[in-house]
C-alpha cells in the first residue's frame, strides 16, 4: 500500500486531497507557491513544500520543482489533482521515473485521450459517435477556415489541449473565423503550452452530459453512472448534478456503455470522465456525441459521490497501488440527487469580472445533506494568479426539487465578503422554473442573465443605511485608520435628545448620502422600511432587517444580503485603499489585476469606439480593453508581458474633437 502521497495542486482539491489520504492513513505532502504561503492546503498537509513564485508556470507546473519536494518528503506517490500536471504524459513519466506512483492512467492512455483530436479520431475508430467537424493535424488558418465552412456554420474552434472551456470560440459567420482563430490560439497557449486547434459542428441548445468511468491495472472497467453539467458559462461548468434529469433508462445504458467502451479502449486504469453532448434541451431525443476524456479527477465528482456513496479519490489511490476495482457494475447504484454549485470570486452584475482581494468573511452553511468542498479560508486572500474558485457546496437529497432546496437554502446562509461573489446567482439558479422543470440546454444561463439577477441592479437600500449606520458607530468608536475620536470629531455626539446630520458616503465606489440621527449616542440611519440601527453580532454587525449583515473591512463596510454585497464607506476618510470610481477619462484601464498579453495598438494609431485596444490575462481568463472613444493613442502606459494592476491605465487616448463619451 502506498504511505505517503505529494499533492501537485492548490485550492479545494488539495484540501480534498488530503482529507481522503489521511483518512487512508496516508501522509499527505503540499506544494505550494509565493502567493500561497498561508493557504488553507499547506495548513492542513502534514509537510509543505515552497516551489516558486505565484504564476502557476513558475511553481504549480514546474515538474522538476515538484519532484524534488516529493522526494525531499519521501513521497511514494504524487496525485495532481485537476488542471496543472494532471493530464500531462511527460509529467507522469517523469514521476515513474523518478520511482513514484503517478495517481491517474498510464502516460500512453493519458496520450491516448488527452489530446482532444487524438481522442476523437480513437473514439471514432472504435464505433463511438463523435461530433463532426476536422481534427487533423494540419493548422494553416486559411485550411481550417475552408474546414469550418465545410462543416457549416456556427462552428466551435477548440483547443486540442483545452480544458476549463478556454481556447475555445464560438464562430458564426466566415469573416469572424481569423480573429477567433488568433485570439483561441493565443489563449490556449497561454493556458496549455500548445496552440493547435480543431474544428467542431456546434451542436445548437445541447445538454452536457458525461460519465464518470474507472479502470485497474486487471483489465476491469466500470462506470459510476452519469452527470448533467449543461449550467455553463463561456462553456465553463457553474453547476452539476447527478443524475441527469429526462434521461431515459435505455439512453443511460447506451451512454454508459460506450463510456466503459473507451475505457477500455485505452487499457484505462483509474478515473476518467468521459464527456458526451446529447441533442435536445428538457426532451432529450436519445442522439449523443463523444466530446473529450478528461484522464482526471474531475471537479463536479462529489454529486457522483454523493449519489454512489463512493470516496472516487480513495479508489484512485487503490487502484494505483495495484488493487482491483473495490466494487463489480452491479453492486454500483445510485441513491438520490445531488447538486454541486461552484462559488467564484467574480461579478455577476459586471459580466461576472473575476474579483480579487481579501476575504473578509466566509462563513460556509451546514445543513442536512449538505457538504463543502473549501479552497479559501477567512481571512485569506483571493489573488489573480489562479482559478476564481473559492469552494464548490454540494447538496444531497432524495429528489431533485430536496437536493436543489437544500443548496438553495446553503447558498442562501452563505457568507462571503470581500471579492465579489456569484453566490445570489448560484441560488437564483437553484430556483429558477424552467431549470427546475428540467427543462434547460447549455445555453440556459446565457438566456437568462436578466432573471439570474446576472445584470446591473439598483442599489440596495437598506444595505446602505446599515452599512451607513455601521460606518458613523466605527467612526464614532475612532475606527482603525479613521481621524478622530467621538470627542473631537463633528458626528453629531451628544448625551441626550436627537440630532440630525447628512453623511456623505461613498457606495460601490459612487457618491451617495444617509441621514442620520443620533438618539442618546446611538445611531440610526435612513427612513422607512430600511431605517435601522446596527448592533454587533459576533464578528459582524446587525440591523433591523434581518437578511442583512454587515462586514467591518479596513476601508469601509461590506453588507451581504443573500449574497449581493453592497460597499459602503464615509466619504473623506482616508483609509486603505477605498474602491472609489475613478475618472474613467479617455483611457483603456485594466480591468483587474493581471498581464498584459497583447498591445494592439501604437502611439499615435487612430481608434475608433470600442475597438481593442489590448488584452490582459487574469484568472487563466482574456480580457479585451477597449477604446472609450474615437480619437488617437497618446501614450501607452505598460509593456507587454508586465503585470498590471486594476484600474491601471494602460492605453491614453486623445479624443477626437465632438466624440468625447
Ligand atoms: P471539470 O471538467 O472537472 O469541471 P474543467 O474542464 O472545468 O474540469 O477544468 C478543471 C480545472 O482545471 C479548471 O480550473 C481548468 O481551468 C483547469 N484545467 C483543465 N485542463 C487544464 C490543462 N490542460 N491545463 C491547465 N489547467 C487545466
Ligand atoms: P473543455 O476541455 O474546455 O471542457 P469541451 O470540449 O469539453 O472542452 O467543451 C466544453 C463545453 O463547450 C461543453 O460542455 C459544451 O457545453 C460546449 N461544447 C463543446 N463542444 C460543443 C459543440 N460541438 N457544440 C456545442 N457546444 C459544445
Ligand atoms: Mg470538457
Redesign the pocket.
Known amino acids: 500500500m502506498l504511505k505517503c502521497v505529494l499533492i501537485a495542486n492548490r485550492g479545494e482539491i488539495a484540501s480534498r486531497i488530503i482529507r481522503t489520504a489521511k483518512r487512508m492513513g496516508l501522509r499527505a505532502i503540499a506544494v505550494y507557491s509565493q502567493a500561497d504561503r498561508e493557504a488553507p492546503h499547506v495548513r492542513q498537509a502534514d509537510a509543505a513544500y515552497f516551489i516558486g513564485p505565484a504564476p502557476a508556470r513558475e511553481s504549480y507546473l514546474r515538474a522538476d520543482r515538484i519532484l524534488e519536494a516529493a522526494l525531499a518528503a519521501g513521497a511514494d506517490c504524487v496525485h495532481p489533482g ?3 500536471l ?2 500531462n504524459a511527460e509529467f507522469a513519466e517523469a514521476c515513474a521515473a523518478a520511482g513514484l506512483v503517478f495517481i491517474g492512467p498510464s502516460p500512453a492512455a493519458i496520450r491516448a485521450m488527452g489530446l482532444k483530436d487524438g481522442a476523437k479520431a480513437l473514439m471514432a475508430r472504435a464505433g463511438v459517435p463523435v461530433v463532426p467537424g476536422y481534427h487533423g493535424a494540419e493548422q494553416d488558418a486559411d485550411f481550417l477556415a475552408a474546414r469550418a465552412a465545410e462543416t457549416g456554420w456556427p462552428v466551435l474552434i477548440k483547443a486540442v ?6 481556447g475555445m470560440r464560438r464562430v458564426d459567420a466566415p469573416g469572424d473565423f481569423a480573429g477567433a482563430l488568433e485570439s483561441a490560439r493565443r489563449e490556449a497557449l497561454a ?2 503550452g500548445d496552440g493547435r486547434v480543431l474544428i467542431e459542428k456546434y451542436v445548437s441548445a445541447p445538454r452536457h452530459i458525461e460519465v464518470q468511468v474507472f479502470g485497474d491495472s486487471h483489465g476491469g472497467a466500470v462506470h459510476l453512472f452519469e452527470r448533467d ?1 449543461s449550467l455553463q458559462r463561456r462553456h ?2 457553474v453547476m452539476e448534478e447527478a443524475p441527469a434529469p429526462g434521461m431515459s433508462a435505455a439512453m443511460r445504458g447506451a451512454m454508459c456503455g460506450a463510456a466503459v467502451e473507451a475505457a477500455k479502449a485505452v487499457g484505462y486504469a483509474g478515473a476518467g ?1 468521459v464527456e458526451f453532448i446529447a441533442e435536445g434541451g428538457a426532451e432529450l431525443t436519445g442522439n449523443f456525441w463523444f466530446m473529450e476524456m ?1 484522464t482526471r479527477l ?3 465528482h462529489p454529486v457522483t459521490e454523493a449519489v454512489t456513496g463512493i470516496d472516487l479519490v480513495e479508489w484512485q489511490f487503490r487502484i494505483a497501488a495495484g488493487e482491483r476495482l473495490p466494487l463489480r457494475q452491479e453492486d454500483i447504484r445510485v441513491s438520490g440527487h445531488a447538486v454541486e454549485a461552484r462559488l467564484y470570486a467574480e461579478d455577476p452584475e459586471n459580466g461576472f469580472l473575476p474579483s480579487t482581494g481579501k476575504l473578509w468573511a466566509l462563513r460556509f452553511p451546514q445543513g442536512e445533506g449538505v457538504r463543502v468542498d473549501a479552497g479559501a479560508a477567512e481571512g485569506d486572500e483571493v489573488t489573480p494568479f489562479y ?1 476564481p ?1 473559492i469552494a464548490k457546496i454540494i447538496a444531497h437529497g432524495a429528489t431533485r426539487d430536496e437536493a436543489l432546496d437544500r443548496l438553495a437554502g446553503a447558498l442562501g446562509r452563505m457568507l462571503a465578503a470581500g471579492p465579489r461573489c456569484n453566490t445570489a446567482f448560484l441560488k437564483a439558479l437553484c430556483q429558477a422554473e424552467d431549470f427546475r422543470a428540467g427543462n434547460f440546454d447549455t445555453g440556459f444561463i446565457g438566456g437568462h442573465l436578466e432573471a439570474l439577477g446576472a445584470v446591473k441592479q439598483g442599489v440596495d437600500e437598506g444595505a446602505v443605511m446599515l452599512g451607513a449606520v455601521v460606518e458613523v458607530m466605527r467612526k464614532s468608536m475612532g475606527i482603525k485608520g479613521a481621524a478622530g475620536d467621538p470627542w473631537s470629531d463633528a458626528d453629531a455626539f451628544q448625551f441626550s435628545g436627537a440630532r440630525r446630520t447628512i453623511e456623505p458616503l461613498i457606495v460601490n465606489g459612487a457618491p451617495a448620502q444617509a441621514p442620520v440621527e443620533w438618539i442618546y449616542g446611538n445611531a440610526v440611519a435612513g427612513s422607512g422600511p430600511a431605517r435601522t440601527s446596527a448592533e454587533r453580532a459576533g464578528s459582524f454587525w446587525r440591523g433591523a432587517d434581518s437578511a442583512l449583515t454587515a462586514v467591518e473591512t479596513d476601508s469601509g463596510t461590506l453588507v451581504l444580503r443573500a449574497g449581493r454585497q453592497t460597499s459602503v464607506r464615509l466619504a473623506g476618510l482616508e483609509r486603505g485603499a477605498g474602491d472609489d470610481a475613478e475618472d474613467q477619462g479617455a483611457a483603456a484601464r485594466s480591468p483587474m489585476h493581471g498581464r498584459l498579453v497583447s498591445l494592439l495598438v501604437k502611439t499615435g494609431d487612430a481608434v475608433v469606439r470600442g475597438q481593442r485596444v489590448a488584452i490582459v490575462e487574469a484568472m ?1 481568463m482574456e480580457h479585451a480593453l477597449t477604446a472609450p472613444c474615437a480619437g488617437r493613442v497618446a501614450g501607452i502606459s505598460a509593456a507587454e508581458g508586465a503585470q498590471v494592476a486594476q484600474g491601471a491605465v494602460i492605453v491614453t487616448i486623445e479624443p477626437d474633437t465632438g466624440d468625447k463619451t
Open positions: 485537476y488542471g496543472f494532471s493530464e489541449a483545452g480544458g476549463g472551456g478556454k493556458a496549455f453539467c465553463q461548468k470522465t478528461n474531475q471537479v463536479e482559478d474558485m487563466k
